[in-house]
């Protein structure tokens, strides 16, 4: 009786989960040359799409949420892989960043020396 109750509640969160992003999957954002849709992880050129990586749709994420400000390297580390993060390799950021750029266009995301990155 309690695991039927549970399942129904589940369900019921999940169906919550599915309208929300449903009701999402029309709001894009553009950056660069595409419009990036957070809810669905793409980026969309005309009538090609892209599917960004679970990494790289974070990373984008945390550069949008903080558009024009620049986010470190270690920042996003931690956004990507929680406080744990400092024992990782960041170069993996160095990379997301470079893919990212390729999809977007170069100047989508800017370097800056010695501090990190900003849209």
Known sequence: MIL???????????NEIADALAADE???VQIGKGDY??????????????VLTRSQAAI???LLDSKGVVVSRSEIMVHLHGP??????????DTHICTLRHILGVDAITTISGRGYRL
Do not use: P
Not at 4 to 14: I, K, N, P, S, Y
């Open 4 to 14: 039927a109750q549970r399942l129904r509640h589940v369900a019921a969160e999940l």
């Open 26 to 28: 029309t709001a894009s």
């Open 37 to 50: 849709n957070r809810a669905l992880g793409t980026v969309t050129f005309g009538s090609t799409t892209n």
């Open 60 to 62: 984008l994420d945390i």
């Open 84 to 93: 744990h993060a400092a024992t990782l390799d960041s170069r993996s950021v």
